[in-house]
């Protein structure tokens, strides 16, 4: 008999409940409204994972704020794969981004300052918070993926003369290229490989309040095709490079950059803040040896309430996966009860943390991101194999997976505004049915198929 799990959540107590399939309610016979169909037979990318990032701001609230009793269990929920919900992708910023105590790069110098040598090189801001818990991290799960993102080079690099806005060099294009190794090389030391890189976060976008570095797609394929591949094969780098890093919106960047440096690139990097996911499907169609990654999203203020913000991860993680992506990644790993800590000058922050630390009382909490990202990374582990399903109502979305354990996941999640029962099958057999709320999600793991 197969071994069903199910996980829900339904209503505004963010519940994200685990029991097996026996303990549900039975559906009456000949009462199904939604039937989802899995198909084996036809096979899509392989996860590498889910998670956030230990932004400065992350990593100082939880390693520093929190005591040792709460950082224990904080870790061990976010990362254990059994006691917790596994997460198993880090993307951190590399240097300060906007959710920061300081402005800081790995070189700083200095006005009027340069090394080109990079001879003052050196990640120690990262050793006191981020890198610990990344290393704890890593136990808990083994299986965890590091990728590394700038929001600037150090400004002695720049046009500005500043981690805040303007533009790479050229005549420092070959030493922010070894400036990406020394930071690998760094990480490597600390037991820490770095699977990815992306050049440039949100490559497109210039704010003038927190570091950032305008980077149009002429100048991205000639740094990653004449200075970073290049850098990396010298050095013997094995991480991967992930062109763009920015929103659905503007699909015409990674495909410029591809068309001129695709040999040198191993996939594109998205963004949710504009356009639709279908723009992964897009430029995967053109170039269908290179990876999709997610690698950013935040909920925040602007997003109503729990529901809204509830099915808003749910619906548009679902969509991600089912255009390609090998990873969905939030944004901050954890925030204060500000919404910060930001960079100086930032202003009000509305994002929103995987989890809430309150600098002033300590109180950990943990909040709806957390509980929809556990309907994906407790169930999709890494290596899992997305498989074709399809829902009788597109109301009811869907995405299905195959672990390397050979179980069978699927995520539901019920956007309409009536509950629904749900039959769902594989290869016409029938694995369970069972009931929806409205805007409910369900994730359902079944051990033991033979397919």
Same mark, same amino acid.
């Given at each position: ?259 001129? %440096?695709? $040999?040198?690139?191993?996939? +594109? ?8 996911? &279908? /723009?992964? !499907?897009?430029? *995967? ?86 509980? %929809?990202? $556990?309907?994906?990374?407790? +169930? ?8 074709? &399903? /399809?829902? !009788?109502?597109? *109301? ?56």
């Amino acid at each position: 008999m197969n071994e069903i799990i199910v996980y829900q959540s339904s209503g505004e107590d963010r519940l994200f409940v685990e029991q097996p399939a026996a303990a549900l309610p039975q559906a009456p016979a000949g009462r199904v409204t939604v039937t989802v169909d899995i198909d084996a037979s036809k096979t899509y990318q392989e996860m590498d994972g889910f998670g956030a990032s230990f932004t400065d701001s992350s990593a100082y609230l939880i390693h520093q704020v929190l005591d040792a009793g709460q950082r224990a269990e904080v870790m061990q929920k976010l990362f254990d794969p059994q006691a917790g919900i596994g997460l198993s992708f880090l993307r951190n910023p590399m240097g300060a981004s906007d959710y920061a105590r300081t402005v800081y790069s790995y070189n700083d110098l200095p006005e009027g300052g340069s090394d080109p040598e990079l001879a003052r090189f050196s990640i120690a801001h990262d050793e006191t918070d981020i890198i610990p818990l990344v290393q704890e991290a890593l136990r808990l799960n083994p299986e965890l993926k590091l990728m590394a993102s700038p929001w600037s080079a150090p400004g002695w690099m720049k046009t500005s003369g500043s981690m805040i806005a303007g533009r790479l060099k050229p005549e420092y294009y070959g030493v922010y290229a070894d400036y990406f190794v020394r930071y690998i090389q760094a990480y490597a030391a600390h037991g820490l490989p770095v699977y990815a890189v992306t050049v440039q976060n949100e490559p497109l976008y210039e704010p003038q309040h927190y570091p950032s570095m305008l980077m149009l797609p002429e100048e991205q394929r000639e740094f990653i095709r004449d200075y970073l591949k290049p850098a990396f094969r010298q050095h013997g780098v094995a991480a991967k490079i992930f062109c763009y890093d920015h929103n659905w919106d503007r699909p015409d960047y990674p495909l410029s950059v591809l068309e001129e %440096a695709g $040999a040198d690139v191993d996939g +594109v990097a998205w963004h949710w803040y504009g356009g639709a996911a &279908s /723009a992964q !499907s897009e430029v *995967q169609a053109a170039y269908p040896e290179h990876e999709v990654h997610f690698t950013e999203g935040s909920g925040g203020e602007w997003i109503p309430p729990f529901e809204q913000a509830f099915s808003n991860v749910m619906r548009t993680g679902i969509e991600i996966l089912r255009n390609h992506s090998k990873s969905f990644v939030l944004w901050n790993m954890a925030l204060d009860e500000q919404n910060g800590p930001t960079v100086p000058g930032f202003g009000e922050s509305t994002c929103r943390g995987v989890v809430t630390v309150n600098q002033q009382t300590r109180e950990l909490t943990y909040t709806l991101d957390y509980y %929809a990202l $556990a309907h994906f990374s407790k +169930v999709i582990r890494p290596g899992a194999l997305r498989l074709e &399903s /399809a829902a !009788s109502n597109e *109301q009811v979305r869907s995405v299905a997976f195959r672990n390397r354990d050979g179980s069978i996941v699927v995520v539901l999640f019920n956007d309409g505004e009536t509950p629904e029962t749900v039959a769902v099958r594989l290869e016409g057999e029938e694995l369970l049915t069972l009931a929806i709320a409205a805007k409910g999600a369900v994730s359902v793991r079944v051990g033991g198929i033979e397919v």
